[in-house]
């Protein structure tokens, strides 16, 4: 089905909630005109009644709107009674959200209960075997119509006890079923929940919730944007849940969910969030709290010229092309600039902060996998060697006086110059001046670079509405983002810069990040490869796909993942998937190389992508067999 450009949202120049349906869980109302809401999951055994209850409660402390509870069987779902039990004894009257995979007749039991059940179309009555099944339509609706009759009874259920449901599709759970009709996309992620969303319909039932998460970015960020346009298309408005599944931990995890979660915030998509981190489930909720508390005022940003008729691919990822101008553009990864101009002096410790380590020793450069690519020194004198990899900027006075590094212009400086200028030409620009009219006087230059930048309040849609005017007006300049975070907390600057560039370059715009800000050119440095990483627009380390954990979990999940990670981790460009449970792999790990799954008490399973390599091997062993894995398939090097 064709869906407009701006289709998902309600307009990609003014911030603006996109309205869903209310829907009550409990006494909670979401969706409407209601805020956006904050939840998480518990990671203790559901049969663990007191430790359920403790952790639920310090998740409620914390911020949590909805507690969500894993009921793999139906014994943990018959002890959500005595979990619901205590937890209302102890004055608290959160709602609770049983989490359904494999096992209808939980789901039957615990809808119930608890105000809210969760099941995954992927795996509740359906099959993953990683099989090609050839349908023509009539054996395809015969399929329908069994998913149908084994669906209704629990469509029933939660109408009797006004109990709500969260349809939540996974990409990497996508049955066999739509994956040999619809293939591993995000059409695929949206027609799955269709599906179901049709038979709730069906029975007059519309007390719905929708998510499509995944762990790959720019799939999360596409199905969610498909499935508002595809619901619109049908006349749907369901509340939408956000988050990024198997995000990971620490630094990268909060980069990554920021990145996906912030990316549809910034467009007025999202009813209710989790960021899902592979730590303590209270840890979640500050990062979640952070992420929409930014929108509470967006309403008010300076006014963005709309866009007519614009050139956009928002369902699925299109680098936008540019010229090539040395190491920039169209075939080249995003390059990292980083502001070193502050001293008067060039220093080699400037240098180590950004990826650069001189050793007298070797009489060389070390440069790291996370080494920057342009340095703006201002006007410092270059009066050090730099490596080759390496290339300086200066303001145009000072360059003028060697030429020995390239030029920064105003554009009024670009405008007014008359001498040779530099083989490249960087030009910064705001989005107003982009829009100006003598900005003509640069296309006819193809040694231009622009480096833009925006005071606006809405400044994604402000930057991505010059990037569209580009593209429509077939002017290929290469283009750096650049945003500046002053007087903000460390995490705040996380979070805000992933939402902003992520949200552009997963767009396929920006040949080139550079982020400004009050604190250390090495976190300047490490949030630009980071959020590059979390994009997918270049990988500079290994990539981790870890779920958050819960009660299915079959191992210390934070533990191993920190093990995994301190042997694995100078494997650039490996992903490798750690996950608690056979419920979360292989499916959930996508597209990893590698993978860690629980599948028995004590018990790991291996895989080299879907294929299962060693089944049930002891837990003690498991992380030193993973690694005799990567070896074995030549994706080692000894770390230096």
């Not at 090609?132 to 069994?146: G, K, M, T, V, W």
Request: aromatic residues 8%; proline residues 3%.
């Amino acid at each position: 089905m064709t869906v407009t450009p701006d289709y998902y949202c309600n307009s990609l120049t003014e911030y603006s909630r996109f309205k869903t349906r209310e829907v009550k869980v409990g006494s909670l109302a979401i969706g409407g005109n209601n805020p956006i809401r904050l939840q998480s999951m518990t990671t203790t055994d559901t049969m663990d009644t007191e430790g359920t209850v403790e952790q639920s409660i310090r998740m409620i402390k914390a911020g949590s709107e909805l507690v969500r509870i894993t009921a793999p069987s139906k014994r943990e779902a018959e002890n959500l009674i005595n979990i619901k039990k205590e937890i209302r004894n102890r004055g608290y009257n959160t709602p609770l959200i049983a989490d359904i995979h494999f096992t209808p007749n939980a789901a039957l039991i615990a809808a119930k209960v608890v105000e809210k059940v969760r099941i995954n179309p992927g795996n509740y009555v359906d099959k993953k075997n990683f099989k090609h099944i050839e349908y023509n339509d009539e054996s395809y609706a015969q399929e329908l119509d069994r998913i149908k009759d084994r669906f209704t009874p629990l469509v029933q259920v939660c109408k009797e006890n006004d109990t709500a449901m969260r349809i939540g599709t996974n990409h990497g759970s996508l049955s066999d079923r739509i994956l040999s009709r619809y293939g591993d996309t995000p059409v695929g992620m949206v027609e799955s929940a269709l599906e179901f969303i049709r038979i709730c319909e069906e029975l007059d039932y519309y007390n719905l919730i929708i998510s499509m998460k995944a762990s790959n970015t720019q799939v999360m960020v596409q199905a969610y944007r498909l499935a508002v346009a595809m619901m619109k298309k049908e006349g749907m408005n369901y509340p939408l849940h956000l988050g990024v599944t198997e995000a990971g931990d620490g630094e990268d995890g909060r980069i990554k969910s920021a990145v996906g979660i912030g990316a549809l915030l910034e467009d007025g998509i999202g009813d209710t969030i989790r960021v899902s981190l592979t730590e303590e489930p209270e840890f979640e909720l500050p990062v979640a709290k952070q992420l929409i508390d930014r929108y509470k005022k967006r309403g008010k940003h300076a006014k963005i010229l709309p866009i007519i008729d614009p050139i956009f691919q928002p369902y699925n990822y299109s680098k936008r092309k540019s010229l090539i101008i040395n190491n920039l553009g169209q075939k080249h990864v995003p390059r990292v600039f980083v502001d070193i101009s502050k001293e008067d002096i060039l220093l080699y410790e400037d240098l180590q902060e950004v990826g650069y380590k001189y050793s007298n020793e070797l009489d060389k450069w070390i440069i790291s996998e996370q080494a920057v690519d342009y340095i703006y020194i201002g006007d410092k004198k270059l009066d050090l060697s730099l490596p080759g990899s390496l290339i300086a900027i200066q303001n145009l006075k000072s360059w003028e006086k060697s030429k020995q590094t390239l030029p920064l212009f105003t554009l009024k400086e670009y405008l007014d110059y008359k001498g040779d200028r530099g083989i490249i030409n960087f030009v910064k620009l705001s989005t107003s001046e982009l829009l100006s009219a003598n900005i003509l006087t640069l296309k006819s230059d193809d040694s231009v670079v622009i480096i833009i930048h925006t005071d606006n309040n809405h400044g994604v849609a402000d930057i991505r509405r010059i990037f569209l005017e580009l593209v429509k007006t077939d002017w290929k300049v290469p283009v750096i983002i650049k945003k500046e975070y002053f007087s903000i907390t460390k995490s705040e600057f996380q979070l805000y810069s992933s939402t902003d560039v992520g949200s552009l370059l997963l767009d396929g715009f920006g040949d080139g990040v550079w982020l400004c800000s009050d604190f250390s050119n090495d976190i300047n440095t490490k949030l630009s490869f980071g959020i590059l990483q979390a994009t997918r627009t270049r990988i500079s380390k290994t990539e981790y796909i870890s779920c958050p954990s819960c009660g299915r979990t079959l191992f210390d999940l934070q533990k191993v993942t920190s093990e995994i990670r301190s042997r694995t981790n100078h494997l650039k460009g490996v992903k490798i998937g750690i996950m608690g449970c056979i419920v979360n792999g292989p499916g959930e790990m996508a597209d990893a190389d590698y993978g860690y799954v629980g599948t028995g008490v004590g018990q790991i399973s291996l895989y080299k992508g879907y294929e299962v390599v060693e089944r049930n091997i002891p837990a003690d062993t498991a992380v030193e067999a993973l690694i005799d894995l990567i070896k074995a398939n030549g994706d080692w090097v000894e770390s230096n």
